[in-house]
Nanobody, 119 residues
Framework: VQLQASGGGLVQAGGSLRLSCAAS????????MGWFRRAAGKEREFVAA????????SYADAVKGRFTLSRDNAKTTVHLQMSSLKPEDTAVYYC?????????????WGPGTQVTVSS
């Protein structure tokens, strides 16, 4: 699976952005999709994940209630809708894929997209 994230940019605090991750491969619907982020000088952290069917989602506490993850298996794309953005959301965002919800590691990673939230 090859992944390509897009949709990053510069936004003011309180604004919204939608990140997309397009995946290649016919088995996209079999993968759990996740988003991670890495802020400058910090460790990479989990943001959100969605099951292969889209029925189950998981969010980091820091983004719960503000971010919404969805997927379109027909278009092999996942979307991360980010609202009420805060300066602390500034980071490079990465999408990733893994075979099982219970796997600890993700098998495939895309290049990141920069999100910058100004105060």
């Amino acid at each position: 699976v090859q992944l390509q994230a897009s949709g990053g940019g510069l936004v003011q605090a309180g604004g919204s952005l939608r990140l997309s991750c397009a995946a290649s491969g016919r088995t996209f619907s079999r993968y759990v999709m996740g988003w991670f982020r890495r802020a400058a000088g910090k460790e990479r952290e989990f943001v959100a994940a969605i099951s292969w069917s889209g029925d189950v989602t998981s969010y980091a506490d820091a983004v719960k209630g503000r971010f919404t993850l969805s997927r379109d298996n027909a278009k092999t794309t996942v979307h991360l809708q980010m609202s009420s953005l805060k300066p602390e959301d500034t980071a490079v965002y990465y999408c990733a894929a893994k075979s099982s919800w219970y796997d600890r590691t993700y098998d495939y990673w895309g290049p990141g997209t920069q999100v910058t939230v100004s105060s």
